[in-house]
Structures are given as C-alpha cells and as structure tokens.
C-alpha cells in the first residue's frame, strides 16, 4: 500500500531559527513529490514541485530536497518568520501511465514559531 | 485572477437533507478533484475527474456524488448527509492529473457540519 510519513508530527522553533521537515514514502512507481503549505482553515497552497531527476527545488527561504532511491525528501526553512507558522504537507503521485490519479498524501507536521 | 472558489464556505445542515458544494475554476484545468481533511487523517481525496463526463471514485467516495457537465464545474453532492461527513472540504484543478509535473491549486474550503 502506498504510504506518506511524515517528521515530526509538530514541531515548535524560534524566529529567525532554521528547521528541517522530513518524508518518507514508499509510493511507487513514482513521479512526482510535491510540498505544500497549509493555513489554519485555508486551502493548501504549493511550495515546491520534483520529479526524481530533481534532487534540490527552491522557493525562497524554503528548499526541499528528494533523494529517490532511499525514498525520503525534506523541506528546509531558513531563517523562519511568524508567517511560517502552518502545516507542511508533503504529497507523492505516480505516473499517469500507471493509471494513477490519486495522489497520497501524508498527515502534515504543524509548524509554530514563536517570537 | 487564477483561482479556484467553493460555495458555501461554511454549512450546517442536519441529517439527511440533500446537500451540493459547488466548485468551479477559471484556468480551463482538466483535471479537478475533491479532497476532504479531518484531524489526525490528514487530506484523503473522495472523487476526481480527468476531464468533462469523466469521473472516478478516490479513497473515500461512500455518500458522496460528483458531475463533471461542464470543464469549469465540478460540483460534490451529498445525496443523504449523516454526521460522519461532518469534515473540511476542498475542490482543487490542475492543468493535467497529479502524475503530470504540474501546479495543483486548491480552493478556500468548505467546512460542513452535519447534525
């Protein structure tokens, strides 16, 4: 069964702190991998799109990175502001080939920082 | 402006009375789909559509009815809503399904109780 975990669950930092989001998958086959940021009660909006010949996509201060063969990618924020605060939630698809259109979703990790 | 709305943002309802959401986007997407969110499970899509009178059952399409007439619309129906389906909801469009390296965007949300 296709799966998304997501670490930590939540997690809590100081402005201006960096952070790392970590998850793994087992989805497969494999196309795309994608991180979004969600809003307390507002839709998810994306932040970075990879396919497996992508090892590092920026956005701004947020960079997320996939290493295909061990299955994991992380999603590293640099200097954190307030508005940060949210849930990350990382997303694996397959190929359309695969007749694959449902895309797996992890459980997010919640993001607060503090001032 | 390129976006997704949803109608209405906020319901409450009782059992049993017939309920539609509206969905409806404004970049001709192919690909549209409805995805409901509750703590601690994360987004978990219940029906998608690859294109006008195309439509397929997602992970969690029990009560829940869809129609794709027109390419801009894709309406969800609760023909007869129990709490159980009490939940957040979100239409999202893509240009092409989420196998494609392409943008997903999502609407603003729907949260409905169910009483």
């Known amino acids: 069964k296709n799966q998304v975990e997501q670490s930590p669950q939540s997690l809590i930092i100081l402005e201006g702190k960096n952070c790392t989001l970590q998850c793994n998958y087992t989805v497969s086959p494999f196309s795309n991998l994608r991180w979004y940021k969600q809003d307390t009660g507002r839709g998810p909006v994306s932040l970075t799109i990879?396919?497996?010949?992508?090892n590092t996509k920026s956005n701004g201060r947020y960079t997320a990175t996939l290493d295909a063969d061990t299955k994991q990618s992380s999603l590293h924020i640099t200097a954190s502001q307030l508005s940060d605060s949210a849930s990350y939630i990382c997303?694996?698809?397959?190929?359309?080939?695969?007749?694959?259109?449902?895309?797996?979703f992890g459980r997010g990790t919640s993001l607060i920082v503090h001032p | 402006e390129a976006q997704v709305t949803q109608n209405p943002r906020y319901l409450i309802t009782v059992t049993g009375k017939k309920l539609t959401v509206t969905c409806s986007q404004n970049?001709?997407?192919?690909?549209m789909s409805w995805y409901r969110q509750d703590p601690g499970l994360g987004l978990r899509q219940i029906y998608y559509?690859?294109?006008?009178?195309v439509t397929d059952k997602g992970d969690v399409p029990e009560g829940y009815k869809v129609s794709r007439k027109e390419k801009r619309n894709f309406p969800l129906i609760l023909e007869s809503p129990s709490p159980n389906q009490t939940s957040l909801y979100f239409c999202?469009?893509?240009?092409w399904g989420p196998g494609s390296y392409n943008e997903q965007f999502f609407g603003p949300g729907t949260r409905l109780t169910v009483l």
């Open positions: 970049m001709n997407h192919e690909y």
């Open positions: 999202a469009s893509s240009l």
């Open positions: 559509s690859m294109n006008v009178e």
């Open positions: 990879m396919t497996f010949s992508e």
């Open positions: 997303v694996v698809s397959g190929p359309p080939s695969g007749g694959s259109y449902i895309p797996t």
